[in-house]
């Protein structure tokens, strides 16, 4: 069939049934979707009903059924949680309702289905005129006289009447002209309510009060039972509770679920355990016409595998898991399959074996642990170095010696206007003189150079005199003054 909408994915569902006597019964199936669907890929609208219907195939070459119908799990419908109807109907016995999932390019085989309820046999069409049937009406719209029970009317046909009436008295005068309300004996006629009762669907005792009269006591007591308006929907609810209560659980009626919204497995029928397969690779495997709970065993695997179908698709391969046993050797030494170990000695000496490793001598002395590495604390390990190794350790000095100074000499450069490096600190006897160029001046040099030029630290200051220039300062001084040159000058 084409799906409702085009990007609506489908199911493959497939069914046969047969009579007692092997011969494939006859029937026709109804599939619907029961609620309101909507599509986003394709933006369209697809109301509940009947989606397909048909007649079962009696050919024994085919499916009585295989059709592909509407997927309930396509990520492109809202709302998700509903479920495809499936109805089967068989002229001479009782229909089956299947309610199933149908998982997008699935197969269901509704033989593998719990069959929700019942349906009860189609009754035998009512034909009218005959016992057990239906009465017919004449060209008058009545009942023939051979279809009322005897006793109705007298129980006499007209030729009896006839007689009778051959044989009695004759009949007393009838009035045939004045007035009614003149005769005797006249029956009492009813009034007819000038306001009939309501035809709106809904019955109450108000409504039903102009006719109210006219009912037997039978009648009022069941009018006086109906439910008012703002009754009628909280009544049926709770009958439909109490009946839905009534048989929850129980055989022949429906099944409840549990907390976490499954069926309980005291409600499950006993499973049959699912059938096993033997096959030569994994196409085969996959081309297996088999249900959830079968095995697989391939035998093209070493050794074979097992593998299990957890899923209604036997055509993916995802839907098989492959069955090992717990604590199972999968591989050795990154082999698999037949793996052939070579013989490990268990008894006898070892320096009897072949092909042995090399194990290295261990020094009866091992190195020290202290920090400190010296040639001689090392002596007692060399021999477990390698060459280089040991090249490298007898060319370490002893001990931090001229040598050593030397080497560090070579590697770090002397400190300069332009270089960083190493620098020595002048003594305050080269500070004072001012004539070198490569040592570094302590805070010492510099006070001591300073007091050569202001005098004494306890010299008494007498005054302070500025000059223009370094050029107009005297030659010779005064004790006691500062001689300032004015920088902005």
């Known amino acids: 069939m084409a799906a409702p909408a085009p990007s609506w994915n489908t199911c493959r569902v497939v069914g046969t049934w047969h009579n007692l006597d092997g011969s494939r019964r006859t029937g026709t199936y109804k599939v619907t979707i029961p609620v309101r669907v909507t599509n986003t890929t394709d933006d369209v609208i697809i109301p509940a009903g009947v989606a397909m219907q048909g007649t079962l195939e009696v050919d024994s070459g085919a499916p009585s059924l295989d059709i592909q119908v509407p997927s309930n799990t396509d990520p492109d419908n809202s709302p998700a949680g509903w479920q495809v109807v499936i109805d089967v109907t068989f002229p001479d016995a009782a229909g089956e309702k299947y309610v199933i999932d149908t998982p997008v390019d699935g197969v269901v085989n509704l033989r593998t289905v719990v069959l929700a309820a019942s349906i009860p046999a189609p009754q035998p069409v009512l034909i009218r005129g005959v016992p057990g049937g239906l009465a017919e009406l004449d060209e008058t719209g009545k009942v023939p006289v051979d279809q009322i029970p005897d006793g109705i009317g007298g129980g006499m046909d007209p030729d009896a009447v006839d007689e009778h009436l051959a044989?009695?008295?004759?009949?007393?005068?009838?009035?045939?002209?004045?007035?009614?309300?003149?005769?005797?004996?006249?029956?009492?006629?009813?009034?007819?309510?000038?306001?009939?009762?309501?035809?709106?669907?809904?019955?109450?005792?108000?409504?039903?009060?102009?006719?109210?009269?006219?009912?037997?006591?039978?009648?009022?007591?069941?009018?006086?039972?109906?439910?008012?308006?703002?009754?009628?929907?909280?009544?049926?609810?709770?009958?439909?509770?109490?009946?839905?209560?009534?048989?929850?659980?129980?055989?022949?009626?429906?099944?409840?679920?549990?907390?976490?919204?499954?069926?309980?497995?005291?409600?499950?029928?006993?499973?049959?355990?699912?059938?096993?397969?033997?096959?030569?690779?994994?196409?085969?495997?996959?081309?297996?016409?088999?249900?959830?709970?079968d095995l697989a065993i391939r035998t093209d695997l070493d050794p074979d595998g097992v593998f299990i179908l957890t899923a209604d698709t036997p055509g993916t391969l995802s839907a098989w898991v492959q069955i090992t046993a717990p604590g199972a050797v999968l591989s050795v030494n990154g082999q698999s399959g037949a793996v052939v170990l070579s013989t490990v000695a268990s008894t006898g000496s070892y320096s009897d074996l072949s092909n042995k490793p090399t194990i290295p001598t261990v020094p009866s002395t091992l190195p020290p642990t202290d920090g400190s590495v010296t040639a001689a604390k090392m002596a007692s390990g060399l021999v477990a170095m390698t060459d280089a190794e040991r090249t490298k350790l007898t060319a370490l000095p002893a001990e931090f010696t001229t040598a050593t100074d030397a080497r560090i000499n070579s590697l770090v450069p002397s400190a300069s206007a332009t270089v960083q490096g190493k620098v020595e600190l002048a003594t305050v006897a080269e500070a004072t003189a001012g004539t070198d160029t490569a040592r570094a001046v302590t805070p010492a040099g510099v006070k001591a150079v300073a007091d050569t030029k202001v005098g004494s630290p306890n010299a008494t200051v007498s005054g302070i005199e500025w000059y223009a220039s370094e050029a107009s300062l005297p030659t010779t001084g005064v004790a006691g003054v500062i001689y300032c040159v004015d920088a902005t000058a």
């Open 167 to 293: 044989t009695t008295e004759a009949l007393a005068d009838v009035a045939r002209t004045g007035s009614y309300g003149d005769l005797s004996d006249t029956p009492t006629i009813p009034t007819v309510p000038a306001t009939l009762p309501p035809t709106n669907g809904s019955v109450t005792p108000a409504k039903v009060a102009t006719g109210y009269a006219l009912l037997t006591s039978a009648q009022q007591t069941k009018v006086d039972g109906l439910p008012s308006d703002a009754q009628s929907a909280s009544q049926v609810d709770t009958r439909a509770d109490a009946r839905i209560a009534a048989v929850r659980g129980v055989a022949n009626g429906v099944a409840a679920l549990d907390s976490a919204g499954k069926l309980p497995t005291s409600a499950l029928p006993p499973l049959a355990i699912g059938e096993t397969f033997t096959v030569t690779s994994q196409a085969a495997m996959l081309a297996l016409t088999a249900q959830r709970g």
